[in-house]
């Protein structure tokens, strides 16, 4: 039993890890477009667009509103 506890204790920095590694590389591969002014204002504007389908998906799938 005392495996089982070592092996969960081991998850909250791995998850950690994964979402320094997500960030870095998404930074890494979105630096050089943020040099454009132009792509960088479409980029926020389909991130943004993105993130409100996302939400409004996630809403009615989930019946909140």
């Known amino acids: 039993m005392g495996d089982f506890f070592k092996t969960i204790g081991k998850w909250p920095v791995f ?3 994964s979402f320094l590694n997500n960030f870095l590389s998404t930074y890494s591969w979105l630096r050089p477009i943020w040099r454009n002014p132009v ?3 479409l980029l ?3 991130l943004t667009g993105g993130a409100v ?3 409004a998906t996630l809403r009615a799938m989930l019946r909140l509103g």
Do not use: K, M, R, S
């Open 15 to 17: 998850l950690a890890g």
């Open 39 to 41: 792509t960088a204002a």
């Open 53 to 55: 389908g996302l939400v």
């Open 44 to 46: 926020i504007v389909v």
